[in-house]
């Protein structure tokens, strides 16, 4: 069965720091494009960091900016994201997800544009 799979969320005080782990299985990461997605309690997932197979970039949002960082072990199949300086407003459901085709950055934020998903991961911040 072709899916991903995230794991690495729990609880931490803001300034905290998470490393979240997408692990592909039936598949190579190493050649689909990968996001990153966010939703936060009442609100709609958001996509907060995107690596696009298309230029061979790393794009965050601007609200993750410098505090988050995606990297990926091809040898372990799996991509990470960092989660540093953490904040409140951080708080939510963390999905990775991989697109088969080639994924521009222009489309990095659209849920339609991957193929796979994970389960999720709850992340929360709290004091």
């Known amino acids: 069965q072709l899916q991903v799979v995230e794991s690495g969320g729990g609880s931490v005080q803001p300034g905290g720091s998470l490393r979240l782990s997408c692990v592909g299985s039936?598949?190579?990461?190493?050649?689909?494009?990968i996001g990153w997605f966010r939703q936060a309690p009442g609100k709609e997932r958001e996509e907060i960091a995107c690596?696009?197979?298309?230029?061979?970039?790393?794009y965050y949002q601007a609200s993750v900016q410098g505090r988050f960082v995606m990297s990926r072990d091809n040898a372990k199949n799996t991509v990470y994201l960092e989660l540093n300086s953490l904040k409140p407003e951080d708080t939510g459901v963390y999905y990775c997800?991989?697109?088969?085709?080639?994924?521009?950055?222009?489309?990095?934020?659209?849920?339609?544009?991957?193929?796979?998903w994970g389960q999720g991961t709850q992340v929360t911040v709290s004091s």
């Open positions: 997800a991989a697109d088969k085709g080639l994924l521009p950055e222009a489309l990095c934020a659209d849920p339609e544009e991957y193929d796979y």
């Open positions: 039936g598949f190579n990461l190493a050649y689909f494009g």
């Open positions: 690596f696009s197979n298309s230029d061979g970039r790393t």
